[in-house]
């Protein structure tokens, strides 16, 4: 038997919560899939976290020494004879070399040979007895003159050991002419002969004043002189010489340099400094540089600027310092190599192309009011004839101004601004100033942060080190931009 009873359909019966639950993550899917697809398209910038380290700055200047010294020159040919140790202080009126005739004193030699078999043979029991007790008496003299002056040799004492080789020469002399001069040895006529022979053949240099002797002369003596320190050329104080390789005089001519004394303890070294490096300084105050020995190491040493002459064309500083102490050690050398600064900065590691020059400008305080915590100016749109509302970046405030960092369609100079809560006053942007800064990026938006550099050249290095004291607005551990070239203010970083 058929069933004809009707069949209706089934009703579904649809909950509020579930269709609101649905319409959410549906959104919510949306959501993440549009923010997916927007951070994939970001352009990816390399990030660097400031970290406390230290940089040894490569900027190292040179100069030239300038000091007062005399050249002495020979007035004869022959061989040099030096009286004195190089680098010993010498008296005025002091015979510091002699130049000797060459044949005459091989003439002497020869016959000083001869006569010394002779005396040989005859010196035995031969002398008088006066000559034996006047040769005792030098050779006294000698002993005791050595004995005296033994410990000041011992502790380095140079001005001792010159002192006890010009009173032996004298002691030998002596001794020497007492036996010359015995009957009993026959002295040779010969040998008086060749003695006034060689003493015509001696020429003697004697010292006009008292100083410290140097067996090198450079041939720059009558260039750089204490007259011409106050106008060195750049070019002149590049000049780089190598004492090591400067000959010692041994045979001369007349006109030959033989030896040159520096007469004070005064010296300059003189160079040209760009000028942002003397920012801050003064002629007759006294600084601190490091001069590099020789040896790769950079020693301190106190300076008085001495000149100071800023040419803002050239971009450099002509710059004399003036020593009064520790010229024996650089009485050979003639170029110097030194910083101007301590061989190690400490505080944040900055890497040089995170660091961005930009214009900020100089907008009056008096025309900021901040709207939602957003800071604002009311600028006169010319078209229009009204005040409109543009929003800015205040990156610090200062002396009645805010400085602003200057984006497209933003502020710029000669724009009109409204006074806050005054009628009828108006402001306008005059000034600008350039300022580096680096961009940070915590938040995922670069955001530019003014930054006090070093007062050095920053060319030189790859990472700087600035001090944190002084530059408040960057926190240990910060992200920031590693190339600032790709990054511009407010910018969504990947």
């Not at 090591?244 to 303890?265: C, E, R, Y």
Request: charged share 20%; glycine share 6%.
């Amino acid at each position: 038997m058929q069933d004809n009873r009707e069949v209706k359909p089934k009703r579904f019966y649809y909950d509020g919560a579930s269709v609101v639950l649905t319409i959410g993550v549906v959104a919510l899917l949306v959501f993440i899939i549009y923010h997916s697809i927007i951070y994939a398209m970001r352009e990816r910038i390399d990030q660097f976290t400031i970290i406390m380290g230290t940089v040894e700055p490569m900027t190292v200047f040179s100069g030239v020494i300038v000091r007062a010294e005399s050249v002495y020159t020979s007035n004869a040919s022959g061989v040099v004879s030096y009286h004195v140790q190089n680098f010993a202080r010498v008296r005025a009126g002091g015979v510091a070399a002699s130049i000797r005739d060459a044949s005459a004193t091989t003439y002497m030699e020869q016959l000083l040979a001869g006569e010394d078999a002779m005396f040989r043979e005859r010196r035995a029991g031969n002398l008088n007895p006066v000559t034996e007790n006047e040769l005792r008496t030098v050779d006294h003299r000698i002993a005791s003159t050595i004995d005296s002056v033994a410990v000041s040799i011992g502790m380095g004492d140079m001005d001792a050991l010159n002192e006890l080789a010009h009173r032996l020469d004298q002691l030998f002399e002596t001794r020497n002419r007492i036996i010359l001069n015995d009957e009993r040895l026959g002295s040779s006529a010969n040998i008086a002969s060749g003695q006034e022979r060689l003493g015509r053949a001696v020429s003697e240099i004697r010292v006009r004043s008292s100083g410290i002797i140097s067996y090198k002369v450079d041939g720059f003596e009558s260039i750089f002189t204490i007259d011409r320190l106050p106008n060195l050329t750049r070019e002149e104080t590049l000049i780089s010489i190598d004492y090591l390789n400067i000959p010692i005089p041994s045979a001369v001519v007349p006109g030959d340099a033989v030896f040159k004394v520096i007469t004070s303890n005064d010296w300059y070294i003189a160079a040209y400094l760009p000028i942002a490096q003397v920012e801050g300084w003064l002629a007759g105050t006294m600084r601190t540089i490091y001069i590099e020995g020789g040896t790769g190491i950079f020693t301190p040493i106190s300076v008085r600027v001495h000149i100071l002459s800023r040419d803002v064309i050239s971009g450099y500083a002509y710059t004399v310092f003036h020593i009064d102490n520790r010229i024996a050690e650089f009485m050979d050398r003639r170029s110097v190599s030194f910083r101007v600064r301590d061989g190690i900065d400490r505080g944040f590691m900055i890497p040089l192309s995170a660091i961005v020059e930009t214009e900020m400008l100089l907008v009056p305080a008096e025309s900021v009011f901040t709207r939602e915590g957003r800071e604002q100016v009311l600028r006169f749109n010319n078209m229009t004839g009204d005040f409109e509302v543009v929003e800015i970046s205040v990156l610090q405030r200062s002396a009645g101004f805010v400085s602003v960092v200057v984006k497209y369609n933003d502020l710029s100079i000669g724009d009109v601004l409204a006074v806050i809560d005054e009628h009828n006053e108006f402001r306008s942007v005059t000034d600008s100033e350039r300022v580096f800064g680096v961009y940070v990026t915590n938040t995922g938006v670069a955001v530019f942060r003014r930054v006090n550099l070093p007062n050095n050249e920053l060319d030189a290095l790859s990472y700087i080190v600035i001090d944190p004291r002084t530059n408040a607005t960057l926190r240990l551990h910060d992200r920031i931009a590693r190339y600032a070239e790709q990054v511009t203010d407010g910018q969504l970083i990947h």
